[in-house]
């Protein structure tokens, strides 16, 4: 499939509805504890296990991030997105299936590997054609896609919630959900894949620097740079914080507040997690757009250091202020976000625009990592501590206490990035030239 090429006259601005389309859409990821409930109810799940499809999605994420990366790029977005399609929904009907059938592990597969391949494909498809469509705003760009993805979440979850109030929270209703979550998702979809286009030159807007301006730095290159594997720590840390919240969010609050006089009920509890989508949609575009500002190492510095201070005060002092929890986790979501939304660009000002998409794709192993790692570390301390007797806050103590070791430890990998060194960069056609001069005249 050829990438499709913007006609004369075709405006930029419309690109990204053709990347939220899609975005929307795979950001149904972060509703996935609202399946968590009914599903253990419904099969005798235990946390750990009813987070598997979740975290199997998030390891598919970054892996075919990273393997297709370099296909996405060759192929581009229309064909990314179109692989996305195919793969985000079948996964929701093999999950249908497994559901109607209580096979779990067809749940696992389905929306797990074969839906994981689809979000990652997904997730970098808009975002290289974005950064070409945008070279003066590279922030905003990829934050309006990337806030796509995190605002899905709150469209699908109370979506979610009312379709398993309507269905049922048995098995036959948790498959009539999926179905449905399967074939709306294509739709909708498809209209990224019509509307997707790529620009005709290197220098689509007057005025603005051209596509390929400043150093340039290969995918092979990019993973044999230190600033590269900083960069993957900063996203690993930065991910791992936020997403342990967002994956046990609903059963977290609940938790939470259930040895208090102020419990919270399922149906709050889904709209803390349409909150918290709110505030990762948020961050995605308003601190990356504010990256192009103050620059990506700042930036960083902040969705790491206040980040940790954030995980602080939610264990020394949440459990007594319903209000101070909501805002810590709001805030540290929107800083995973946002950190999320402005990687490509921090990618981009270090090792160019020629091949962002293959090194967005590969640095995102850092999400499959983080995706293991968060729910694990949430939902294993948990689980262990509600078979010590533990309840109520006491249940999460220790994981903030880890989160805020692994923040400090990302804040020190970004203090540790400096520019990419010039051996690494790809010659420019003029230094070509010159190289072949010089050539001919040592060979005279």
């Known amino acids: 499939m050829s990438p499709p090429v913007a006609p004369p006259g075709w405006s930029r601005w419309l690109v990204p509805p053709a990347a939220l389309s899609v975005h929307l859409s795979i950001g149904q990821a972060y509703a996935w504890s609202v399946f968590k409930p009914p ?18 999605g998030i390891v598919m994420l970054g892996l075919s991030a990273a393997f297709g990366g370099t296909l996405v790029e060759r192929n581009g977005p229309r064909w990314a997105m179109t692989v996305a399609l195919c793969c985000f929904s079948s996964g929701f009907l093999l999950s249908a299936l497994g559901a109607a059938t209580e096979q779990y592990w067809l749940i696992v597969l389905g929306y797990g590997f ?111 740079t230190p600033q590269f594997w900083c960069l993957w720590v900063v996203l690993c840390m930065n991910v791992t914080a936020g997403i342990g919240i967002l994956e046990k969010a609903a059963p977290m609050i609940m938790d939470f507040f259930a040895d208090t006089s102020t419990t919270v009920s399922a149906t709050a509890a889904a709209g803390f997690v349409a909150l918290l989508s709110a505030a990762n949609m948020a961050g995605r575009i308003g601190w990356s757009s504010t990256s192009d500002l103050i620059g990506r190492k700042n930036i960083y510095r902040l969705y790491l250091g206040v980040g940790a201070l954030m995980y602080a005060s939610i264990a020394l002092f949440g459990d007594s202020s319903k209000p101070l929890f909501i805002l810590c986790a709001l805030v540290i979501l929107s800083f995973y976000g946002g950190g999320f939304a402005t990687i490509p660009a921090y990618l981009k000002d270090l090792f160019g625009t020629y091949q962002v998409g293959a090194i967005h794709g590969r640095l995102l192993t850092a999400w499959s990592l983080a995706g293991v790692l968060g729910p694990l570390i949430v939902n294993w301390i948990a689980d262990r501590q509600e078979e010590a007797g533990k309840s109520g806050a006491s249940l999460y103590g220790l994981s903030f206490v880890i989160m805020i070791g692994l923040l400090v430890v990302g804040f020190i990998a970004n203090e540790l990035v400096r520019p990419v060194h010039p051996r690494h960069h790809i010659p420019s056609p003029r230094e070509e030239h010159v190289d072949v001069q010089r050539q001919q005249s040592e060979s005279a």
């Open 39 to 56: 599903l253990e109810s419904a099969l005798g799940l235990s946390g750990t296990q009813s987070a598997l499809p979740f975290q199997l």
């Open 114 to 224: 074969v839906g994981g391949i689809g979000l990652g494909i997904g997730y970098i498809s808009p975002v290289s054609t974005l950064i070409k469509w945008f070279p003066d705003r590279p922030g905003m760009a990829t934050g309006i896609a990337i806030m796509g993805f995190g605002g899905g979440a709150l469209i699908a979850s109370p979506w979610s919630a009312q379709m398993l109030e309507s269905f049922g929270s048995d098995t036959s209703g948790i498959a009539l959900a999926f179905l449905v979550h399967g074939l709306s998702y294509a739709v909708f979809m498809l209209l990224g894949v019509l509307l997707v286009r790529v620009p005709r030159t290197e220098k689509p807007v007057s005025g603005a620097p051209s596509v390929p301006a400043g150093p340039q730095v290969s995918a092979n290159q990019a993973v044999r």
